[in-house]
């Protein structure tokens, strides 16, 4: 059974045209993070929510925003992706902070950006 | 076995034999780490994990050793087979945010 699941599995945008990702959890878990994985590098974490409460990396680049409308969903906007944005985009939950039980990932959406 | 003392980007190694990957993480005030398997276009599946308090655990075939007073981690594959041909992700977690450190693709040879 999926428990974070995350759609499209593959995106293709074009330059400059805003996309959203979007990911759902069906653990009830209060945060939900967001990571962008380029080719041969290790996932970067870009923000996360604390149940409402928004954090944002100090290196994540103002392109990137985030929503979560309720517990079960959150989304990535990228507001005008570039060449260099193509990645993976991995969601991921856990219980709580300070909860040392594990991360939950989805499976990612792979952009492109022609 | 087949082993690496220091961080390497790929590892090879003899089906049947046993895989050592090697990770040095960079805050010593993490309280807790994971190791990653990620396939091909996947997501990063959990391993294995282990907290600050402990230097060894073990699972499946798999055993983590962590020495914090050089800040290294190690995950230790135990009769590799085929499938576990993948990269292999080190991961700290510190206040409550996890960061993964530089992966190592593992190749089998049958």
């Known amino acids: 059974d999926a428990m974070v699941i995350q759609n499209p599995r593959y995106q293709v945008t074009q330059f400059g045209k805003p996309v959203t990702l979007s990911c759902s959890q069906t653990?009830?878990?209060?945060?939900m993070y967001w990571y962008q994985q380029k080719s041969s590098q290790a996932p970067k974490l870009l923000f996360h929510?604390?149940?409402?409460?928004?954090?944002n990396e100090a290196d994540t680049p103002d392109n990137f925003q985030s929503r979560r409308p309720n517990t079960s969903f959150c989304f990535l906007d990228i507001r005008s992706p570039g060449l260099g944005d193509a990645a993976m985009y991995l969601c991921?939950?856990?219980?709580?902070?300070?909860?040392?039980?594990?991360?939950?990932f989805g499976s990612g959406t792979r952009l492109t950006v022609v | 076995g087949e082993s690496v003392g220091l961080h390497l980007p790929t590892l090879s190694v003899q089906e049947g034999d046993n895989s050592i990957i090697n990770c040095a993480y960079s805050?010593?005030?993490?309280?807790?780490f994971i190791w990653y398997k990620q396939e091909s276009g996947k997501g990063p599946q959990f391993i294995i994990d282990?907290?600050?308090?402990?230097d060894k655990r073990q699972g499946q075939r798999v055993t983590v050793l962590l020495n914090k007073t050089v800040k290294h981690l190690s995950l230790q594959i135990a009769a590799t087979q085929p499938g576990d041909s993948a990269v292999y992700f080190c991961?700290?977690?510190?206040?409550?945010?996890?960061?993964f450190g530089a992966g190592t693709t593992v190749t089998v040879r049958a």
């Open positions: 991961a700290e977690n510190n206040d409550y945010k996890l960061s």
């Open positions: 653990l009830n878990h209060n945060v």
């Open positions: 991921a939950t856990s219980r709580d902070r300070g909860i040392q039980d594990g991360y939950t």
């Open positions: 929510y604390y149940d409402k409460d928004f954090n």
């Open positions: 282990i907290r600050s308090n402990m």
């Open positions: 805050n010593s005030a993490s309280d807790y």
